[in-house]
């Protein structure tokens, strides 16, 4: 076999190992695809029955074989567990959770971004060491506080509003928001700042027109934390309201367990209704929510 031979045979093998390795890639892809939608379909399947159940006559919800289809399917049921005045989840209890949501999201987004800018642009003594113990304060549970925190707020005769809830969001009290932004901030071109220190812009002006346009993604993922976190929070509210016109969604649905038992039809109703702001939230924002991610976890 000559060298021109030789050469064609080479180029033949190579090609077919190339066609056999776009094979096998192309099954293994697949077969991660398989696993990723086997993984999803499995988490679904609660949120699946929990809807299905909230359509259910009570002596369907725990049928066995289980009734996926509900028959006859009852939109009372919504109705029933969101309007009653033992449960008055409209118009109160909706309304009380989005005014606290949105108070503490702005609150949050305004205080824990300045500190932000702060320690990612400013150059100040002991600026590493404060933003250390800022980051110790994630290792804090909120059972620590819980109990001087009641006390000073019940001083300032605070209990039964919204105010416990509320105040502590506009003083910058949440350590791994102030991180997020710490850490987008610093990949921020400094060459941005200087020109807008040229341009006559005080720090405050940088803030304001440089920082906060390029920070929606960082913003984004703020938004969406913050607002499940407040939507579904449980112990605040509990501990601070408790007048039926103050309370939360969470804290109502907690009371559909009472002594006489508990209407399942109903609590998966109120549920299913509860779960579904966050998760409109969640999927408008999807894509800056995952941006603001992994922009925020490159550079330390």
């Known amino acids: 076999m000559d060298r021109r031979q030789s050469g064609v045979l080479t180029r033949r093998l ?71 005045p033992l449960h008055p989840f409209i118009p109160y209890y909706f309304a009380n959770t989005l005014y606290v949501t949105l108070g503490c999201l702005v609150g949050e987004v305004l205080s824990c971004s300045l500190v932000g800018f702060g320690f990612a642009r400013l150059r100040f003594p002991g600026r590493r060491l404060l933003f250390m113990i800022v980051l110790a304060t994630m290792a804090v549970p909120f059972y620590v506080v819980m ?5 000073l707020f019940r001083q300032l005769g605070w ?22 932004f710490r850490q987008f901030f610093a ?32 913003i984004a993922t703020v938004c969406i934390l913050s607002f499940t976190a407040h939507w579904n929070d449980f112990l605040g509210p509990l501990l601070y309201l408790s007048r039926t016109r103050l309370r ?40 800056l929510f995952i941006q603001g991610i992994v922009i925020t976890g490159v550079k330390g």
């Open 147 to 151: 109990i001087p925190q009641f006390i």
């Open 14 to 84: 190579g090609a077919g190992q190339h066609r056999t390795w776009t094979v096998v890639r192309y099954f293994a892809r697949l077969l991660l695809y398989l696993v990723i939608a086997s993984g999803a379909l499995i988490v679904l399947i609660p949120f699946v029955w929990m809807v299905s159940a909230s359509l259910k006559e009570l002596d369907q919800v725990f049928a066995y074989p289980p009734v996926w289809i509900p028959n006859p399917i009852r939109w009372e049921n919504y109705r029933e567990a969101l309007m009653t």
């Open 248 to 287: 939360t969604v969470s804290v109502g649905l907690a009371l559909f367990i009472g002594l006489q038992g508990v209407q399942w039809n109903h609590l998966m109703a109120a549920s299913t209704a509860v779960m579904l702001p966050c998760v409109l939230v969640f999927f408008a924002f999807q894509s």
């Open 187 to 218: 990949r921020i071109s400094p060459d941005l700042f200087d020109a807008a220190r040229i341009d006559g812009s005080s720090t405050w002006g940088i803030y304001r027109r440089v920082v906060l346009p390029l920070s929606v993604p960082v």
């Open 159 to 180: 209990v039964n509003s919204f105010y416990p809830l509320l105040v502590p969001s506009y003083f910058a009290t949440n350590g791994f928001f102030i991180f997020l």
